[in-house]
């Protein structure tokens, strides 16, 4: 087997905790189809045929009851779960199931919604022999309005740092801003070895990662690293340009007596395949060089590397804030062919849809409604005289007569009063909003939640 | 009269335009002598040639019955090997001796020659069905003719290729045109569609406007990987045999050597990995479970010949493996015949090479290379290490510049190098003493196929009297027969001529302009007049003792 697909759906979705805090991130509905689904759907369509779906109790109950991804899902899942307490990273869930890990990875996050060409990603794992390969996007701006926010948006956004080689696909750099302290320092050996280097700042991590199965062998040694995109990604980059494993030949010999000093080092020599030799005759022979300029061979010798395919065109989403769902519940619907409104809907004859809305099932709509932009999730029931523009609205909703909804997201159970005017608010889970309230860009959530910091 | 040609023998230099059916051109007598000795030894192989030829007749009969009256007037003589045609008559209108056809004989024909037609006694019952074949041949071949004159092809010049199929197909080991040369015939690629698809592999398009001359070839693009159309953790094909196929594709893995013992490597995974299902036997399964993986690997990048001997000897080593033997003994006698195979045939023949290469390499000598031959190399590298003062001149040419790296390594090692480009050379010729030049494949008509550009080379050096050494492993000797460049080439991605210059890429939308279309080769012959010495690791022959180096090693087998 070549590839063993990883789908990490534990994330808590701290940064949008007003949708997530009754709703597991994993099953927010994006476009009446649960979050976890696209990723899914994304390895299904390219041939995948058993996930290990890594994620909490919660989520795998609500995973067993979802429609879509009991029949829509073909593939094999693996449900393994584990605890709901937030210590576990990614690198750690790795780890974890060690066990079942008998070849190379593909790592995907539960929030990625994505329409790249995967063979991008995984050809330049294939063909470079590649340690890591994952994908990046450049960066979309957010456009619409999101409830709750006041002020404009703050742009005190992190940002990465990535440097890439002449060719755009070897990865040589990466750091988050809040790492570098006074200024971005790039060592002397990189330099050397890629005088040119391009170094991008507008790009967003789709976190899908293709890792050897030796890397998942020195996570467990190395019980440090507890997230992949947060030290393990930097702690490979960085490696690749670290004397220890440029210096293959002679240390090879070396190292096997002094085995237990340096785990890191000794796991990384492990990239090495059995066959080395005959691969390093092949090499030699050919006549191919990744670079030119100096007097290395390809690859300067390094057995570690670490490529990235950046998207230019296409859609990638990571969902996880608020205007990251906004947006991905705009544009999600248009990566399938699906129709505007469920069959099993009801939606009377009056009503004003438009064609870039989304009705979910067993909906009912009453007379002389709008609906434009939006959409409505499942088993909701909108009475007369809505209007509906430009909003999410959530499974089990119930909307009374003459409201007025702008902009807005209600989550699921809710129930909006009549007459009820909301402009850009989130309403949360199961709240009530009293007939004829006016609200603007508030966010009305539970009192419980509140407390929870 | 059918005009003759094809393989014109080089000193004749009769190139007259082919018209349908090419051929070898040799004589009848020398062959029906040959056929008839061998039919004498091998009365197995004559019945299955009758066979064969029976089975086309009826296919043919039908068709000729359609098409008497469009028989033209001409009759040819094509020798049908092995049933030596008593009919001496449409002998010759071919004086040109040339060497013989592609055989899958290896046993050369004396070569030219005189009519000796009298027909060879040996055989009387053979004689009487020879003459009904003999026939029969005529009549075939007359409506071949007429059904190529439909197709148009008439008085067209350089149809070398198609010329050459029907001349094959009345070779005595029937051998058909093969599909990759024939990129415009829709029966074929429906064919090859056909069978990809059985063998659950992806068809790759063509892409790009072809330049009319090699519109019988296939042209891929490189952004467009075979990849896309395969399932991500890939389980139709090995894994191993997907990395190698994109690393073709790419050109990270380039050059005849490596391109071989890539595949030996990879084809050592499949081995290790492979498991033989129950009821079946590992020395029939396992080549048919190659076969889909060697279709991918050639839709990838067309098989070069060194990998095709490679093949070839892998699946004699795996149906010779007897049955009683254990899966995992087979599998590790198997590992163990390709370890051998790449330890002799590429590391130990690169050292013979060396040594004798060595020998030709003299004090203050200027040594001129193109592109990057790993055995050219490799040869320098150890005329170096035996403190020969020799300084090199490195040859390139663009797109691929392969020059550039074969410099690299060169001056890494501490020789004091030149470097010119491909258009510089007459230039630089009057510096240089000697020409070492690599080899892609050595044809059987002792023609030295090679990087394109080589022939250029090898022509000028012999207008300046400069020696042209050709540098090649005895792996790498094929049995096919070419003259020119035409018939059997590759086609590499067109958009590797686009070239930015200050800022300007004048070729981006060439596709645009409906006259314009992108030639970029990838091979050519060199005929052996211009090639001085072949020094293999059997020895230094001359060029044209190839057919018997041939022969040898089949016997050897």
Same mark, same amino acid.
């Given at each position: ?87 576990? @990273?990614?690198? *750690? =869930?790795?780890? #974890?199931?060690?066990? %079942?890990?008998?070849? $190379?990875? &593909? ?94 700042? @507008?790009?967003? *991590? =789709?976190?899908? #990662?293709?890792?050897? %199965?030796?890397?998942? $062998?020195? &996570? ?234 | ?557």
């Amino acid at each position: 087997m070549e590839l063993q697909a990883v789908l990490m759906a534990a994330g808590g979705g701290s940064r949008m905790t007003d949708l997530t805090y009754s709703t597991p991130k994993p099953m927010l509905p994006v476009g009446n189809k649960p979050l976890m689904w696209y990723p899914l759907n994304l390895l299904e369509r390219v041939g995948f045929e058993e996930v290990i779906v890594i994620t909490t109790k919660d989520v795998q109950k609500m995973m067993s009851t979802d429609t879509k991804i009991k029949h829509d899902v073909k593939m094999k899942l693996d449900v393994v779960c584990i605890q709901e307490d937030g210590d576990m @990273g990614t690198a *750690d =869930a790795l780890r #974890y199931i060690q066990q %079942k890990i008998k070849t $190379d990875l &593909l790592v995907i996050s539960c929030d990625l919604i994505t329409d790249v060409a995967l063979h991008e990603v995984v050809d330049l794992f294939r063909a470079h022999n590649a340690t890591l390969a994952m994908l990046m996007s450049k960066v979309h701006e957010f456009t619409e309005t999101v409830p709750g926010q006041k002020g404009k948006k703050k742009t005190a956004e992190q940002r990465d740092f990535v440097g890439v080689d002449q060719s755009g696909k070897r990865l040589l750099f990466m750091a988050n801003e809040a790492d570098l302290e006074d200024g971005l320092s790039i060592r002397k050996s990189i330099m050397r070895k890629h005088p040119r280097m391009h170094i991008k700042t @507008g790009l967003v *991590d =789709a976190h899908l #990662y293709c890792l050897k %199965k030796a890397v998942v $062998d020195f &996570l467990t040694e190395n019980k440090s690293i507890s997230s992949i995109r947060g030290e393990l990604v930097p702690y490979l980059v960085r490696k690749q340009f670290s004397k220890s494993t440029t210096s293959q030949k002679q240390e090879d010999t070396e190292d096997q007596n002094q085995t237990k000093n340096d785990e890191s080092t000794n796991h990384e020599l492990l990239v090495s395949s059995r066959d080395d030799p005959l691969l390093q005759l092949a090499q030699e022979r050919s006549c191919w060089n990744d670079h030119r300029g100096d007097m290395s061979e390809a690859y300067h010798g390094g057995k570690l590397r670490c490529y990235v395919h950046i998207m230019d065109q296409g859609l990638c989403y990571r969902v996880n804030t608020l205007a990251a769902y906004i947006e991905a519940n705009r544009l999600a619907p248009k990566l399938f062919e699906e129709p505007v409104v469920h069959p099993s809907a009801v939606i009377s004859e009056r009503c004003q849809m438009g064609s870039d809305s989304i009705i979910g099932a067993l909906c009912q709509v009453a007379d002389k409604t709008s609906i434009k932009r939006s959409t409505i999730g499942n088993s909701t029931a909108i009475k007369e005289k809505v209007k509906v523009t430009n909003s999410i609205i959530m499974h089990g909703v119930t909307i009374e007569e003459g409201c007025n909804i702008q902009g807005s997201v209600i989550c699921s159970n809710a129930v909006i009063g009549r007459g009820a005017d909301l402009k850009y608010c989130l309403v949360g889970n199961g709240q009530r909003i009293e007939p004829e309230a006016e609200r603007t860009n508030e966010v009305i959530v539970g009192a419980d939640q509140l407390m929870e910091i | 009269m059918w005009i003759f040609a094809a393989l014109v023998f080089p000193a004749q230099r009769k190139w007259s335009s082919i018209v349908n059916m090419a051929d070898s051109g040799v004589t009848d007598g020398p062959e029906k002598k040959n056929d008839i000795e061998r039919a004498k030894n091998e009365g197995k192989d004559l019945s299955k040639e009758e066979k064969q030829r029976l089975r086309k007749e009826k296919k043919h009969q039908k068709k000729s019955k359609e098409k008497k009256d469009e028989k033209a007037p001409q009759e040819s003589e094509k020798e049908k090997k092995p049933v030596s045609s008593a009919a001496p008559a449409p002998q010759s209108t071919t004086q040109h001796t040339t060497h013989k056809a592609p055989s899958a004989v290896p046993a050369p024909a004396p070569l030219p020659v005189p009519a000796s037609e009298s027909p060879v006694p040996a055989d009387k019952p053979a004689k009487s069905k020879a003459e009904l074949k003999a026939e029969r041949r005529a009549r075939q071949e007359a409506e071949r003719a007429s059904k190529q004159n439909k197709k148009g092809e008439v008085g067209q010049q350089v149809a070398t290729g198609k010329t050459k199929a029907p001349q094959s197909e009345l070779q005595p080991v029937v051998k058909r045109l093969p599909e990759h040369i024939q990129a415009d015939n829709p029966d074929v690629l429906k064919k090859l569609a056909k069978k990809l698809e059985r063998q659950q592999i992806p068809l790759r398009s063509d892409y790009g406007r072809k330049v009319s001359l090699f519109s019988h070839l296939h042209q891929y693009s490189r952004k467009a990987p075979l990849t896309q159309q395969l399932s991500i953790p890939s389980t139709v094909i090995h894994p191993a045999i997907v990395r190698l196929g994109l690393q073709y594709s790419h050109g990270i893995v380039a050059g005849s050597n490596a391109r071989s013992v890539a595949l030996l490597h990879a084809f050592k995974q499949v081995i290790r990995d492979y498991s033989t299902p129950p009821n079946e036997e590992l020395s029939r399964d396992l080549v048919n479970k190659l076969k889909p993986y060697i279709s991918f690997l050639n839709q990838c990048r067309p098989l070069s010949a060194s990998m095709g001997n490679a093949i070839k000897y892998i699946k004699k080593e795996i149906s010779n493996i007897p049955s009683h033997c254990k899966e995992e003994e087979a599998k590790s006698k198997l590992v163990n015949c390709i370890e051998c195979y790449i330890n002799e045939k590429i590391i130990l023949a690169a050292k013979a090479i060396a040594k004798y290469s060595i020998e030709k390499i003299s004090d203050g000598d200027v040594i001129l290379i193109y592109g990057c031959s790993s055995l050219v190399n490799h040869i320098l590298c150890e005329a170096l290490e035996k403190r020969r003062k020799f300084r090199v001149i490195v040859v390139d040419s663009r797109p691929r510049l392969e020059g550039r790296e074969a410099l690299r390594r060169l001056v890494q090692r501490g020789i004091s190098c030149t470097y010119v480009l491909i258009s510089a050379v007459p230039y630089i010729l009057p510096e240089v003493s000697k020409v070492f030049l690599g080899a892609h494949a050595l044809l059987a008509n002792g023609y030295v196929m090679s990087r394109v550009g080589t022939s250029q080379i090898a022509l000028v050096a012999k207008a300046f009297n400069v020696p042209v050494l050709v540098c090649c492993e005895t792996y790498k000797f094929c049995e096919r027969v070419q003259t020119d460049s035409f018939v059997s080439n590759e086609l590499d991605d067109p958009d590797d001529l686009i070239v930015t210059r200050k800022g300007k890429t004048h070729l981006e939308d060439w596709q645009q302009v409906d006259s314009l279309g992108l030639l970029n080769l990838v091979y050519d012959v060199t005929p052996p007049d211009f090639v001085d010495l072949v020094i293999t690791d059997l020895g230094m022959i001359p060029c044209t003792s190839v057919p018997v180096v041939l022969r040898v090693k089949s016997v050897d087998q």
